[in-house]
């Protein structure tokens, strides 16, 4: 029994020794790492290629005084406006309607979840544009379960899109220029790839305002090198929001500027999301949202929108590094899951198991210092490195080094013996993940894992 224990006990700290590392490694400085994989999360289906082409628009280059970048609204008239009273409704009334126009580059699942948040907002109209023929089609389909009961101009339709369509709160474009010309805000979803960014980047900047803020959800690529081939002062505004997926549920979006960003962009950044209203505790399509159609109920909700609304938490990283935090720390843990199952060590499934009953938990509370801090006891976080320190050392310098090649790579490698043997834990995990969860996730059980997100999140507030 003492043996099985101590095996288990190893087992766990293999698995999250290399979150571990990471963070104590970048806990202060951070050095250069090789490109980590950027691919983000969820979108495997994304195939989203933007179609830029040239044009001899000649409204290029931009002033040279730096237009006043903060909006009409002040945080603080914001903050109040947001602040669960008896005045809630007189309060947005008085608010000035739609400061914030915002255009939304790409409509795959990232895109459309983040009309969701922004739409949440009372004081934002939102222009999508997707060069997708079935576009409109994806929008129709897939928007309204993003979006939440309580969003603001919906009044408990049945038919959300049309409703937002008829108003000005939702708007297409069939093209780039006419969702960008008249945008505040420009916020791309376009494919993981620096040259795409770079040429989605440089066509903006010959339509938008030059005043406007230009945000990309990228999950890895810096700002700086998607700004290397764009006009002057692109750079200067240009900064990654990486919201965590999905966006209109989860609350971290990670703030990235490079280092000539100018920090009044990365304030007004922050103060967006954090006067941005989070998800409601009510899932869409259920019957709490069907009753949300009644009047009274929608005024009651907002003369008491404590229990519904949840601000973000956007963090500000102090220096650019590729894959930013939070995907450097889940791309450690997922290299070394997938090394163990590569190995033999334990099953896909059952290594799901382990996190969902240990680390996940506790990390829904408090975060790897934290808890490692309480686990330390009266010494905190450097008693428990001091007791600890043999068997964690003795486990980084056993961590899987694993690769994974593009599919580029895989192509041109052929059938090379050395690059088979570099990713021979690829097709184990991969088959090993079909067989325990199907080829793919169904459409209810992702929303079941949404409402579990939402309770975990909710019991977040009390903490």
Not at 48 to 61: A, N
Not at 192 to 219: F, G, I, M, N, Y
Not at 361 to 384: K, L, N
Not at 439 to 449: D, F, I, N, Q, Y
């Amino acid at each position: 029994m003492m043996k099985r224990r101590l095996a288990g006990f190893v087992l766990g700290i293999r698995i999250c020794a290399p979150v571990l590392k990471v963070l104590y490694k970048h806990h202060g400085q951070y050095p250069c790492f090789k490109q980590v994989m950027q691919r983000r999360e969820g979108q495997m289906a994304l195939r989203l290629y933007f179609q830029i082409g040239t044009t001899s628009d000649p409204r290029v280059p931009p002033p040279q005084t730096e237009p006043n970048p903060i909006p009409q609204i002040s945080k603080s008239s914001l903050l109040q406006a947001l602040t669960p009273t008896s005045q809630f409704p007189q309060q947005l009334s008085a608010m000035p309607e739609y400061t914030h126009h915002i255009a939304v580059l790409g409509a795959g699942t990232i895109g459309l979840s983040m009309v969701a948040l922004h739409l949440r907002r009372p004081d934002t109209r939102v222009t999508i544009f997707d060069p997708r023929p079935d576009f409109n089609t994806q929008l129709r389909s897939h928007l309204p379960a993003f979006l939440d009961p309580t969003t603001p101009g919906l009044d408990g339709s049945k038919d959300p899109i049309t409703k937002l369509l008829s108003t000005s709160r939702l708007a297409t474009a069939p093209t780039l220029a006419a969702a960008v010309e008249t945008a505040t805000i420009i916020q791309e979803q376009s494919p993981e790839k620096t040259d795409s960014k770079q040429a989605l980047w440089t066509e903006v900047a010959r339509h938008a305002d030059p005043s406007a803020h230009l945000w990309s959800s990228s999950s890895g690529i810096l700002p700086s090198a998607q700004a290397e081939k764009c006009p002057p002062r692109v750079a200067e505004r240009l900064l990654v929001a990486h919201p965590f997926n999905p966006p209109h549920v989860m609350p971290l979006v990670e703030i990235v500027p490079s280092p000539v960003t100018r920090s009044e962009r990365v304030d007004f950044v922050k103060t967006y999301f954090e006067t941005t209203p989070g998800p409601s505790n009510i899932e869409p399509g259920s019957s709490a949202a069907a009753a949300v159609s009644s009047e009274l109920e929608r005024e009651e909700m907002k003369s008491d929108p404590g229990q519904f609304v949840q601000h973000y938490r956007p963090v500000i990283l102090r220096k650019e590094i590729p894959g930013f935090v939070g995907n450097r720390l889940a791309f450690a843990l997922l290299r070394e899951a997938s090394y163990l199952v590569g190995e033999g060590v334990v099953s896909a499934r059952d290594l799901d198991a382990i996190v969902t009953s240990s680390l996940g938990p506790r990390w829904a509370g408090s975060g790897p210092f934290e808890s490692y801090h309480a686990g330390g006891g009266e010494g905190g976080i450097g008693g428990f490195l001091q007791k600890l320190a043999p068997t964690v050392q003795d486990v980084w310098s056993q961590l899987g080094q694993i690769d994974i090649l593009t599919e580029g790579e895989r192509q041109q490698a052929g059938v090379d013996e050395n690059v088979s043997e570099k990713e021979k834990w690829r097709a184990e995990v991969v088959r090993q993940t079909e067989e325990a969860y199907g080829p793919s996730t169904s459409a209810e059980m992702r929303a079941k894992k949404e409402a579990m997100l939402r309770n975990i999140l909710a019991l977040q507030k009390d903490c």
